[in-house]
């Protein structure tokens, strides 16, 4: 056998092989799924709790990458800083992606967008306004502002220097609340990718080198399943719930149907309501800048209102509950920033409906005390029977169906018709009526 016939063996093995290292050009890769977040809206504990979770839930399923789709006019520093601490110690990749066109990564959202492996813009989106506000419905002096103005510039510059980004342009966004377009994103190095859909992002993150607190890792994405994970209803209804109006009308909502249930004990419905409103406002307020002198002035106009039933003050209670209410709901929420504060015309409807509800069960309330007994013993005064048999003081009347001992001043005869003026015991008083 000749040498050429001996290496044909050979070769097929080293064919077979390659094979099995090296799949066929048509076929591709399998790789796991690349998770897609969408987080619009104010950055709050939910938020907060809603990404952390998304990014955990990934990670289990050992997932290829996270993509964050960001809509958000900022938030609060404590629930910002959980979600970039998640995004930085995260063993897989996580890309912010400012979408779709007309979004803005304001605020906390600059903070999210530096801290992402790979951070992507859609056109028509805009990046920055990072100042920091005083939250609560005080004023900082100028040493506590510098202190906090220091402060975020020192972190967004640390995230800047692990994400190789511009650290110049993030101390401007926080200093001078600087704000800039995809484009100019792009070329001043805050973002890598300007991508017009989720489809196109994900072809431009293929082959990619990211860092990790692993190591190096490029990603392969290409044909990968993109899974949607979006909000479930109970990240829904809190997320709606920690709305400044939402909790306001909660709140409102609550206080009276407290009110209904002191007023009219035993009623349970507006009680319960009440009470289950209240606990859903003050879990609200825990995202929230509350003044505290709102909500004190917001439960003195309650007391007020209260007070009235017992007191006659001639309506005095009830104007000074009016305006403790109206002053207490726009002291409430006080914020630099617009979406962390209260519509005036969320307050002015809920405030006129209250008062109208509470005046309304007051009126009523009345009515019905000054209404005439129409049971019992003094529900016979004013009552029109007829005379039993001649008497002239002390005789029988028939009224309401039943026989009733009768005294008078003046004799009456059968069948006269008299009024019942008085009770007195078992037996009544009455006159001829007219």
Not at 29 to 45: E, F, L, S
Request: glycine share 10%; aromatic share 8%.
């Amino acid at each position: 056998m000749s040498v050429k016939f001996r290496l044909i063996p050979l070769l097929l093995l080293a064919i077979f092989l390659a094979a099995l290292l090296n799949p066929a050009s048509g076929e591709e890769i399998k790789t796991g799924a690349v998770y897609y977040v969408k987080a619009d809206g104010v950055i709050n504990p939910v938020m907060a709790e809603y990404i952390v979770g998304a990014i955990k839930k990934a990670a289990d399923e050992k997932a290829e990458a996270v993509i964050i789709e960001l809509d958000t006019p900022g938030g609060l520093d404590l629930s910002m800083r959980e979600i970039v601490k998640d995004i930085l110690s995260s063993d897989i990749p996580i890309i912010v992606y400012v979408a779709p066109g007309g979004s803005r990564a304001a605020s906390a959202g600059v903070f999210i967008t530096y801290a992402a492996n790979v951070a992507a813009m859609a056109p028509g989106t805009n990046i920055g306004s990072a100042h920091p506000v005083a939250m609560g419905g005080g004023k900082m002096d100028d040493t506590m502002a510098k202190k906090v103005e220091n402060d975020a510039v020192a972190y967004i510059k640390s995230i800047a220097a692990k994400r190789g980004r511009n650290a110049e342009w993030a101390e401007k966004a926080v200093r001078e609340s600087v704000n800039i377009t995809a484009e100019e994103a792009l070329k001043l190095g805050v973002i890598e990718i300007v991508a017009p859909d989720r489809f196109e992002l994900v072809g431009k993150l293929d082959g990619r080198k990211v860092d990790l607190p692993g190591g190096a890792r490029s990603l392969n994405v290409k044909g990968a399943e993109i899974k949607d994970h979006e909000m479930n209803l109970r990240f829904r209804i809190l997320n709606a719930i920690s709305n400044p109006n939402v909790a306001y009308i909660l709140m409102m909502i609550g206080l009276i149907g407290i009110y209904f249930e002191l007023s009219s004990p035993g009623a349970i419905l507006p009680g319960v309501v009440g009470a289950v409103c209240l606990i859903l406002a003050f879990y609200a307020f825990q995202t929230l800048s509350i003044n505290y002198a709102g909500l004190l002035l917001i439960g003195l106009a309650i007391v007020f209102f209260i007070v009235e039933l017992k007191v006659v003050s001639y309506g005095l209670l009830t104007i000074a509950g009016i305006v403790s209410l109206i002053l207490g709901s726009l002291m409430l929420f006080e914020s630099p920033a617009p979406f962390m504060r209260l519509s005036i015309w969320v307050i002015l409807p809920t405030v006129g409906f209250m008062t109208a509800a509470i005046l309304g069960a007051m009126y009523y309330a009345l009515k019905i005390y000054k209404r005439k007994p129409v049971s019992g013993k003094e529900g016979l005064v004013g009552e029109v029977g007829s005379v039993v048999d001649d008497f002239e003081m002390d005789g029988k009347i028939f009224i309401e169906g039943e026989y009733w001992n009768a005294t008078t001043d003046a004799p009456l005869k059968a069948g006269d018709k008299v009024k019942v003026v008085e009770v007195k015991g078992l037996s009544v008083k009455v006159v001829k009526a007219d």
